[in-house]
């Protein structure tokens, strides 16, 4: 008994613990060059302009944000599938920016991948027994004999019909085919698993089932996520705690039900705004902040604070000039922003509270 | 009761394939009134846009088996020769897609789009016809509209593309507005831009709209009517309020358990999504087509199709249990979770 409750702060209190993945000033610049011979560099897409980010041990967390955001880059940087231009990504405390050849390999054994579309990323030739299978040749972690009770054991676990284990991926359906795609990457039970849209690509009944799924999984394999969507309603309820991210940048952090209930930046704000909601009285309470144009090129953002442009707050020439650093607000919620939104500025009611 | 401007009575559409019949859809009876907007819900392969192409004459009797009447403003489009059916599609009845970048020629300007289709059907000069192409872009909100005209697709972002998409389809003013997903592929921001827009495009130009999508967020502050759709039948159709706080059919409790809360107040609750997957159009399921995947089933859903029976004027829906059973199981297990 006594051992509980002096394990229990402990458990409980985020900072204490280390964390699995950490980001420090982390930029990735596409070079923009012209001229074949003489490939001159006459600019860059600055598609992750400096991120700051800690994702602990058995939590999830969201990154949302609009197409051309760099959610998906940052997600692919984590991954060490692109290399960062600047900044350091540690893993468990190990520095990882720069590991190469066989270290790298053994590190992809602890971070996985589950793509948006399940038409494009399961080899169509393959049959699905050697798409979930192809972890465990590859790292050599099941031995051959093994591998198909390994496999089919799999996917019962995923919901899938382990006689199914030699057809091919045209045979299932999306959210079947996402099924796959998440059987292959808990394969060799790593550590952080990376989500890119999961589930944006499926019918709201089959989403309903694979989130359900990907929460089953991370209590029982004691798994770390990284969560990406365009959607915030999906977002916010998988995730512990929620980055927004505009053009490069997180804008704010904070638990789901904080950036529900008082989001500080004004482009969470047209965020949460714009989600539609199942509830038409709920949504005629919303006030709603509706945003002009799209989101300016990455090439060249805008200066001082990049969201000015299209802020409904902005007030010059404070917003063009100055760029605005994460500040904190409520407990365990930052944000960038020189005119922060008032408590409650979107949702009136709480909800179910 | 207005005269409707489209009534489509008993209508099927089946599909003859080499695996056997696929019924797309099965006998559905609907009617919409002038200025109305409908919304049609349902997941992949329910129907809704199979139903909508075949009121639209893009799917023929060359490729499938129709049965059924679609009268539109008095005249019974199945029945119309090619030519004539022709003049109604894009003038009197139009419709916009779910991925702008498909539906636009990549070879063409923007502008000489919208102008090709306006000469079509309007005997008008090139310069007219690009003078209206202009207004019609700044009416869809696509800034420096003169310049845009003359820009291609890929020079235009997924909600611009969209936009001129909508300008070109309401650029002869049509009666009936067929929007078939129309923000799927969009960011939620430009999504509510574009439902904002249509919105008030359709009070403008005092058109019906058709919203097709398999998310009932998207149509909860757009619609004034809602049918659902399961397995190539209207399983439910009701106003707004019925399918929202009063839904008769277990698949729409499934669908509306299935989308996650903006509101609920913690991480990792459970979502209660419908239990297994579509059926096969093919060998659709005897009795009601949801009884393999419906928490409610009895003996009697097995054995017999249920009707789409009115629960009052407006409020139908096509299911064996009891009215009080089913309003007393949508209290304790939809909106207990609200």
Known sequence: MSVQVNERPEEDSQVEREPLVRLRGVRKLFPITRGILFQKHIGDVRAVDGVDLEVHKGETVGLVGETGCGKSTLARVVMRLYDATEGTIEFEGRDITHLKGRDLRELRRDMQMIFQDPFASLNPRKTVGSIIGEPFRLHGTVPRNRIKPEVQQLMERVGLNPEHYNRYPHEFSGGQRQRIGVARSVALRPKLIVCDEPVSALDVSIQAQILNLLEDLQEEFNLTYLFIAHDLSVVKHVSDRVAVMYLGKIVEMATGPTLYKNPKHPYTGALLSAVPIADPDLAAKKKRIILEGDVPSPIDPPSGCRFHPRCPNAQFPKCKEEDPILEPHHPGQVAACHYPLEDRAVMESAGTQ | ?338
Not at chain 2, 108 to 118: P, T
Not at chain 2, 172 to 194: C, H, M
Not at chain 2, 256 to 271: F, Q, T, V
Request: with cysteine.
């Open chain 2, 1 to 338: 009761m207005p005269e409707p401007l489209l009534e489509v009575r008993d209508l099927s559409v089946h599909f003859p394939t080499d695996d056997g019949l696929v019924k797309a859809v099965d006998g559905i009876s609907f009617a919409l009134a002038p200025g109305e907007t409908l919304g049609v819900v349902g997941e992949s392969g329910s129907g809704k846009s199979v139903s909508f192409l075949t009121v639209m004459g893009l799917i023929t009797e060359e490729q499938a088996q129709i049965e059924g009447e679609i009268v539109f403003q008095g005249q019974d489009l199945l029945k119309l020769p090619v030519e004539e059916m022709r003049n109604v599609r894009g003038a009197r009845i139009s419709m916009i897609f779910q991925d702008p970048m498909t539906s636009l020629h990549p070879y063409y300007k923007v502008g000489a789009q919208i102008s090709e289709a306006i000469r079509t059907h309007q005997k008008i000069s090139k310069q007219e016809a690009r003078e209206q192409a202009v207004e019609m872009l700044r009416r869809v909100g696509i800034p420096r509209p003169d310049e845009r005209a003359d820009q291609y697709p890929h020079e235009f972002s997924g909600g611009m593309r969209q936009r001129a998409m909508i300008g070109m389809a309401l650029s002869l003013n049509p009666d009936l507005l067929i929007a078939d997903e129309p923000t799927t592929a969009l960011d939620v921001t430009v999504q509510a831009q574009i439902l904002d827009l249509i919105d008030r495009l359709k009070q403008e130009f005092n058109a019906a709209v058709v919203i097709i999508t398999h998310d009932l967020g998207v149509v909860a502050e757009h619609c004034d009517h809602i049918q659902v759709m399961y397995a190539g039948k209207i399983i439910e159709a009701g106003d707004r309020n019925d399918i929202y706080y009063k839904a008769h059919h277990p698949y729409t409790w499934g669908l509306l358990s299935s989308i996650p809360r903006l509101d609920e107040s913690g991480a990792h609750e459970r979502l209660n999504p419908i239990r297994g997957l579509p059926p096969s159009l093919i060998f659709v399921p005897p009795g009601c087509a949801f009884h393999p995947r419906c928490p409610h089933v009895f003996d009697k859903c097995r054995a017999e199709i249920p009707a789409l029976l009115p629960a009052d004027g407006h409020h139908a829906s096509a299911c064996h249990l009891a009215l009080e059973d089913k309003e007393r199981i949508f209290q304790e297990a939809v909106m207990a979770r609200r």
